[in-house]
């Protein structure tokens, strides 16, 4: 099942993409008490030196691809695409992993 956050997202799709924005919102707020709360304790994180987002669905898990544009002080820093990986445990959409990779300039 794919699901596009523009379109009309199933009920699991919008609950995939709720924690997915409160995930980012507490790493950039510095909040590790939220960011703890959120990840799976199987959790990996690759990166390399939320905008357009997709959630597809196997099962119990949900993949989240999109693009990131990173500003500081209206300056735009980096453009990214990633793919965050998610498990439904208790109820409870936790992290299970995410990846990152800049586009060039």
Do not use: C
């Not at 997202?9 to 409160?22: I, K, N, W, Y």
């Not at 590790?32 to 030196?49: D, E, Q």
């Not at 669905?57 to 990173?70: K, P, Y």
Request: proline fraction near 3%; charged fraction near 15%.
């Amino acid at each position: 099942m794919s699901a596009s956050a523009g379109a009309s997202a199933p009920d699991s799709a919008v609950a995939v993409l709720r924690q997915s924005t409160s995930w980012l919102n507490a790493i950039v707020g510095g909040d590790a008490k939220i960011v703890g709360s959120i990840l799976s304790p199987n959790f990996t994180h690759i990166t390399s030196n939320a905008s357009e987002q997709t959630v597809d669905f196997a099962g119990d898990a949900a993949v989240v691809h999109g693009l990131n544009t990173l500003v500081q002080s209206g300056k735009t820093l980096a453009r990214e695409r990633y793919t965050n990986v998610y498990v439904k445990e208790n109820g409870t959409w936790m992290v299970l992993s995410a990846q990152e990779t800049q586009i060039a300039p």
